[in-house]
């Protein structure tokens, strides 16, 4: 039997356009793209072109594109570049409580090095809220850095509102459109955003690329030293096959996104729907409102389980998910997400979040069900917790 | 990142339940932590533990480790079960990887707790 691939959050299968678009750099087309030669002039347009493509696709200019190697480094270049280049200004910044790690422990790190951070709270859906920003900022603040939507509960911040308060008090925003970028239609402009993270294998694109948009005019510190690769502003050789993929990735799933998206919310709702009829004891984690949620993202806690021993089961019957515990990792602390919109911390240990991608099917979805049913009642009956 | 031995048992686990009209119980772990783990045992008058079954909540390693500790201890006298380790179990399982040590542990604290329990409520009576 075929695999039932419901982890889009965590990543995508690469689109065949844009991995034929890839193949020729990988080949052919091999050049450093910084060369001052033939192969070098073909790179060089590969990357001029994916940055033309990019930057039209969220409505900056080509000179606002910068290539990274992951949306984490974007995240960190975005954070780190800002408070070393305004240390004089001061050392706050705000962010939120369910920041994905590439935000949150950078800011952690920070903090090691005299910066003071503010964490905003989420209420039981998980949005900031502008009241909170805004009574959070100070002289010294220089950066607030709020994700554009959530990457285990989906929840889509209203980041344009969020914006226009930083910049009423004169204060930088970024934000971690990682998961957002191809899910949701955006424009930077509209957003006035200062700076924004995409990763390119979350939207069909491949591994091992990202992008910081940084706005005209801003002034950053480099994160990455070195060459003088990306205008001066990240050392390292353009990861050419990299971006050519990214971009066309990009440019095809916006192509297509409203019908991808209702598509995606089709089975994803009735998924949600099937498994709230036939499981109790149940928590559906995030936004209720379906149009401030990303259209793929389902995430439940099962009461008197745990997380792994779900996941496992469901990947024995062929099903692979993501738990929304860290049990699988060292720590035994359940998701920070979680906990901050209010989930009791026994209960956030069972928790699974399933991400749908446009491949998959309505059979896969009700053959989840079925097999999800079948494990909560199994495991169930192997908790000591459960006294039905 | 579990072995095939660990995914097996976790697959069909064995002695899972509560021995019908148990006369030891030891019930271990936390669920801040995400491990709870229930032994019942029936431990006859000559000092022997007829059956032993297990409820855990936790992850497909604590499941594996209180099925297979369970296992070991059915038709042992109490001081034989008393000298099952975790590291027994660990073996038992073809090993765990380092950070789901801590579940084979509870496993054999699961044993203790509810020999505990049937000395503290018998052995006076």
């Not at chain 2, 604590?62 to 059915?74: H, K, Q």
Request: include cysteine; charged fraction near 25%; glycine fraction near 8%.
């Amino acid at each position: 039997m075929k695999n039932i691939y419901l982890d889009h959050a965590a990543t995508t299968p690469l689109s065949e356009k844009a991995f034929e678009a890839m193949k020729p750099y990988f080949s052919d087309m091999f050049g450093n793209a910084n060369s001052q030669h033939a192969y070098g002039r073909e790179g060089a347009k590969g990357v001029s072109e994916a940055r033309a493509k990019i930057a039209n696709a969220i409505g900056a200019k080509n000179g606002e594109i910068y290539f990274t190697a992951s949306g984490t480094e974007a995240d960190n270049w975005a954070i780190k570049g800002a408070a070393l280049e305004y240390r004089e200004k001061g050392k706050h910044i705000i962010t939120s409580v369910i920041e994905h790690p590439a935000v949150y422990t950078t800011c952690k790190q920070l903090e090691k090095y005299g910066y003071e951070v503010t964490y905003l709270p989420v209420d039981g859906e998980g949005f900031v809220s502008k009241d909170d920003l805004e009574a959070a900022i100070r002289e010294d603040t220089i950066l607030v850095s709020i994700m554009f939507a959530n990457n285990e509960i989906g929840t889509i911040q209203p980041i344009k509102e969020l914006c226009e308060v930083a910049h009423r008090h004169g204060v930088l925003f970024h934000t971690d459109a990682v998961q957002a970028t191809g899910a949701i239609r955006y424009d930077v402009k509209d957003l006035g955003v200062d700076m924004l993270s995409m990763s390119a294998h979350k939207f069909y694109g491949p591994k091992g690329v990202g992008v910081l948009y940084l706005r005209n005019g801003l002034k950053m510190e480099k994160l990455i030293t070195g060459g003088e690769q990306e205008r001066a502003h990240r050392g390292g050789t353009t990861n050419t096959p990299g971006v050519v993929g990214m971009a066309v990735a990009l440019e095809d799933a916006l192509s297509t996104l409203e019908e991808d998206a209702k598509y995606v919310a089709s089975l994803r709702d009735r998924f949600v729907q099937k498994v709230l009829a036939q499981i109790d004891d149940i928590y559906y984690n995030g936004a209720k409102d379906v149009s401030k949620r990303l259209p793929n993202n389902a995430n439940f806690s099962f009461r008197y389980i745990e997380g792994e021993s779900i996941l496992f089961s469901l990947d024995l019957a062929g099903i692979c998910a993501s738990s929304g515990s860290a049990c699988s990792s060292a720590s035994l602390e359940p998701s920070r997400t979680l906990l901050s919109i209010g989930v009791p911390i026994g209960t956030a240990h069972g928790s699974i979040r399933f991400s749908f991608g446009k491949h998959n099917t309505v059979e896969e979805v009700d053959y989840t069900v079925d097999e999800l049913v079948k494990t909560v009642r199994r495991l169930r009956e192997m908790s000591p917790l459960y006294k039905k | 990142m579990y072995n095939e031995k660990v995914m097996e048992v976790f697959k069909n686990p064995q002695h899972m339940g509560e021995v019908e009209n148990y006369n030891a119980i030891g019930t271990v772990g936390n669920e801040v932590c995400g491990d709870i783990m229930q032994i019942t045992m029936r431990i006859n008058d000559d000092g022997i533990i007829e059956d032993a079954k297990f409820k855990t909540f936790g992850c497909a390693a604590a499941v594996a480790s209180s099925s297979t500790a369970t296992g070991m201890i059915i038709g042992k006298t109490i001081d034989e079960a008393l000298k099952v380790t975790n590291k027994q179990v660990v073996t038992e399982l073809e090993g765990l990887p380092p950070q789901k040590i801590h579940c084979s542990v509870l496993a054999e604290d699961a044993i203790r707790a509810a020999i505990d329990y049937y000395e503290q409520n018998h052995k006076k009576a």
